[in-house]
């Protein structure tokens, strides 16, 4: 079952330029996907943005998932051999 992350992630031209964010913050889905990929856990990242919630990291990386779905056709990805 896909999360619905929908109520989570908000994108506002008023707030951040209108980049994708989490809702009710100013945190934006990018600066959570690049900690996260830098090897922050979402212990870290709750430390560090203490607006941001598990479920609100959870929205994140389910939105991600999505749009890489969405964006990158299988066929585009690189085949490791």
């Not at 430390?47 to 990386?61: G, H, N, Q, S, Y």
């Not at 999505?66 to 990805?77: N, Y």
């Amino acid at each position: 079952m896909t999360m619905n992350f929908r109520p989570y992630i908000t994108r506002d031209p008023r707030i951040c330029g209108g980049e994708a964010i989490v809702t009710g913050t100013r945190v934006t889905v990018r600066t959570v996907l690049a900690s996260l990929g830098d090897g922050m856990t979402t212990e870290q990242l709750l430390r560090d943005f203490p607006t941001l919630t598990p479920e609100a990291v959870r929205a994140v990386i389910a939105f991600a998932a999505l749009s890489a779905e969405e964006d990158l056709p299988m066929s585009a990805a690189p085949i490791l051999v």
